[in-house]
């Protein structure tokens, strides 16, 4: 019903920005909370940023002061500034959303994209 689509991932330089999109598409009511993850290699899925439905965030301490999360709820699209990047950054990056599919009964779904990769390496 619902499809999270993730795209702005690519290569890029230890220090350098990238900015990754994820539009969400389909028959939804609203979108709550929208998130970002990542995974690296041999790592579990990690938090990095929340921002709910009015515009509180939260991020990972990780990625703390150097990425920023944000919303366009016109669009249904969460976008994630990433600066400073590190070798470190360096996974597949996720984007989630809790959806609202029905008013009666109040139904809510959990929503995943399929990934994009970031690749920081000189």
């Known amino acids: 019903q619902v499809q999270l689509v993730e795209s702005g991932g690519g290569l890029v330089q230890p220090g350098g920005s990238l900015r990754l999109s994820c539009a969400a598409s389909?028959?939804?009511?609203?979108?709550?909370?929208m998130g970002w993850y990542r995974q690296a290699p041999g790592k579990e899925r990690e938090l990095l940023a929340r921002?709910?439905?009015?515009?509180?965030?939260n991020y990972a301490d990780s990625v703390k002061g150097r990425f920023t999360i944000s919303r366009d709820n016109t669009k249904n699209t969460v976008y994630l500034q990433m600066n400073s990047l590190k070798p470190e950054d360096t996974a597949v990056y996720y984007c989630?959303?809790?959806?609202?599919?029905?008013?009666?009964?109040?139904?809510?779904?959990?929503?995943w994209g399929r990934g994009t990769q970031v690749t920081v390496s000189t």
């Open positions: 921002i709910s439905t009015g515009g509180t965030t």
């Open positions: 389909g028959s939804i009511v609203s979108i709550n909370v």
């Open positions: 989630n959303a809790l959806v609202q599919l029905g008013r009666a009964p109040y139904t809510l779904y959990d929503y």
